[in-house]
T-cell receptor, first 110, second 114 residues
Framework: KNEVEQSPQNLTAQEGEFITINCSYSVGISALHWLQQHPGGGIVSLFMLSSGKKKHGRLIATINIQEKHSSLHITASHPRDSAVYICAVKLSGSARQLTFGSGTQLTVLP | DGGITQSPKYLFRKEGQNVTLSCEQNLNHDAMYWYRQDPGQGLRLIYYSQIVNDFQKGDIAEGYSVSREKKESFPLTVTSAQKNPTAFYLC?????????????FGEGSRLTVL
């Protein structure tokens, strides 16, 4: 079983819709990252959080440490939000930098 | 502007050939990483380096080699010993390895074995 599970794997939405992508992990972590991978392959960091909630523009990320769960929300979605969204965790006490989920492919239709 | 530059973006290799992927950063970061991405899978760590002249194997180091002679450079060589080298390769850096801070990624290099 993967230590980091994302759902859904694929998501198609209409422009303007509210979108939620989920990430669950099975072990203790010190931090969780949300990343965005563009169609060309480059990756940018959206959020790093260890508790609570962060907001940047139309993006909101939340984490519940007790439930080992995080969500990424996109309000008023736009076709330019179409990308792969990746959850990654820094495992507590692990020598590795990050463990990555397999990503959620989001397509926003005009 | 500060960032990470990977080259080439696309590379084709014949079986039995070694190829080297370049990764350069001007962020003054100590830690650098190489990841491999295959369809439907999460990124997997190949090698990482915390400091110049030091590097460590990641989860899938077999068939790969790296060097870290300069702080800003961390090239990855895909050797002929790598049995399934066709993949997308991403280089990343962070301020330091022990830090849980932000990772910065390059645009990636797509290697195809003919």
């Amino acid at each position: 079983k993967n230590e980091v599970e994302q759902s859904p794997q694929n998501l198609t939405a209409q422009e303007g819709e509210f979108i939620t992508i989920n990430c669950s992990y099975s072990v203790g972590i010190s931090a969780l990252h949300w990343l965005q991978q563009h169609p060309g392959g480059g990756i940018v960091s959206l959020f790093m959080l260890s508790s609570g909630k962060k907001k940047h523009g139309r993006l909101i990320a939340t984490i519940n440490i007790q439930e080992k769960h995080s969500s990424l929300h996109i309000t008023a979605s736009h076709p330019r939000d179409s990308a792969v969204y990746i959850c990654a965790v820094k495992l507590s006490g692990s020598a590795r930098q990050l463990t990555f989920g397999s990503g959620t492919q989001l397509t926003v239709l005009p | 502007d500060g960032g990470i530059t990977q080259s080439p973006k696309y590379l084709f290799r014949k079986e039995g050939q070694n190829v080297t992927l370049s990764c350069e950063q001007n962020l003054n970061h100590d830690a650098m990483y190489w990841y491999r991405q295959d369809p439907g899978q999460g990124l997997r760590l190949i090698y990482y380096s915390q400091i110049v002249n030091d590097f460590q194997k990641g989860d899938i180091a077999e068939g790969y080699s790296v060097s870290r002679e300069k702080k800003e450079s961390f090239p990855l060589t895909v050797t002929s010993a790598q049995k399934n080298p066709t993949a997308f390769y991403l280089c990343a850096s962070s301020i330091s390895r022990g830090n849980t801070g932000e990772l910065f990624f390059g645009e990636g290099s797509r290697l195809t074995v003919l």
